[in-house]
């Protein structure tokens, strides 16, 4: 056997967890499809893109040597000072000796005879380790869409979480965007400034809000770092380690002068307040949330002068918030330039990408350059990618067919000695937090697995159905899962990925930690170890 773990994945799971595996004494190997650290922020390098975390709530917590040496120039650090930073954490901590790059895991083999797991890469090479962690990422199995004539396109494609490292530069250019997700948003506000042209075509509109960043200079960031205590805890004790945490009031129990007041607030603040700290009903109920709904179409009617083109922008099939809420910056502002179209593709669908550009039913344009905004194959796609066969051989995508089923989000049936770093079901939020968070956990696990000289771990199948039932039970009348997104597993860009599943665990972060934390401090019983 090669390693006592192996960890797949460089991005901010997989770097952390390395730190914390090397403390313990072990021998860990990483490996890692790109070329560099950073994952999300190394492979997603398309103009505009950035967090829209407050970046001091962001970064790891989990070192005040490196919180002290870390300058965040922004309140939402935008993609190269994040790749910067990655880089910065895996130079400090000495962190490359152990990660092997270019190195794409194809299959990942339980073998019981002698307890460990076998992984192939790409290139054929065979690796063996006592214990796997999966950090692959919730958003990092790119999709294309579903259009035929892709590849017959004569111009530059690009995807943006496959965008060439030398950037493109579209000044006078005639530019395609496709998709108005987060990332369409980020990248059609950014593109719209230089290109000649910007076509945008959208399916569906997304509710959005004002991100209000702004840069941070030397004097804030020192006051920055003397608040970082309060910042982390503020974190530790919100629902989704956010700073935002919702109004104990409920908008259906306000009068209209308070929902105003808030909502105006809210929409004037930075960052995810008006999702994440708005009044405790809008994501339960109907009526709160038609409320909310109203308040920012107005905002939008206010803000786009063409209100045929509004209108187009204005979702008609979900509520605010029900889907995850891409943060702008003059987005709406983009509609009233005279070198941007919009075309909504539920009225004159995309027929086919031909050579020269794009034909929809009504007509053929044509583009130098098309930008695909079409995400991700979002929290399983990337454990789709890879074969894994646990005890007698069962596939994951066959034990997941239904959806999936885990103890905790970490650990699997029928899969020992595997853990999953943001995995399904898992909290996710102001994912930097339970990042940490769940590394720890892992590694107090592997600490006790290592003293105790344990070989072979496993979750047991009481264990999965209460945890599968009990993350089914948290999203009951949440109204995001009676609606398709990535967050309830619908893609139409992927074969099957049609029926909504309960995709994430949307309890609280406090609530989840409390739960894990039992089960570590009663010396992991209720898993089977020998
Ligand atoms: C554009 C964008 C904006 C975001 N904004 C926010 C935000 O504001 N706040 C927030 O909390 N989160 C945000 N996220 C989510 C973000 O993914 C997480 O915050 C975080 O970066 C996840 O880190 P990770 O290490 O778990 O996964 P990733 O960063 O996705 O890293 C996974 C790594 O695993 C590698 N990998 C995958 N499969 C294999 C394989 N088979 N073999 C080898 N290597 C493999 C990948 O190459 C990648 O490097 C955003 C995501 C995107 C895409």
Redesign the pocket.
Known sequence: MNYDAII???????LYQLLKLRQLGLNVKV????TGV???????RYPG?R???ESYS?GYSFSKELLDEWHWTEHFSPQPETLKYLNFVADKFDLRRDIQFR????TAHWREGTRDWQIALEDGSKHEARFLIT??????APTMPRIPGVETFKGQSCHT?RWPHEGVDFTGKKVAVIGTG??GVQTIQEVAKTAGHLTVFQRTPNWCAPLHNGKIDEAEMAEIRARYPEIFKRCQETFACFLHTPDPRAALESTPEEREALWEKLYANKGFGMWQGNFRDILIDREANKLVSDFVAKKIRQRVKDQKTADRLIPKNHGFGTRRVPLETKYFEVYNQPNVELVDIKETPIEAITPAGIRTSDKERAFDIIIYATG?DAITG?FD??EFRGENGVTLKEKWKGGPQTYLGILVENFPNMMM??GPHTAL????RS?EYSVEWVSGLMKHLHEKKITRIECRSEGVADWTNHVRALGEGLLSNEIDSWMTGINRNIEGKNTRIVARYSGSAPAYRARCDAIAAAGYTELNLS
């Not at 797949?8 to 997989?14: D, E, L, R």
């Not at 950073?38 to 997603?44: A, F, H, P, V």
């Open positions: 797949i994945g460089a991005g901010i799971s997989g490996f890692e499809a790109g950073g994952g999300t922020w190394y492979w997603n893109a967090f829209d975390s962001y190195s794409r895991v194809k950090a692959i990422g919730l958003l990092s979480a987060a990332t991700f990337a990618q890879i770093l943001m939020g102001n994912i930097p990042i």
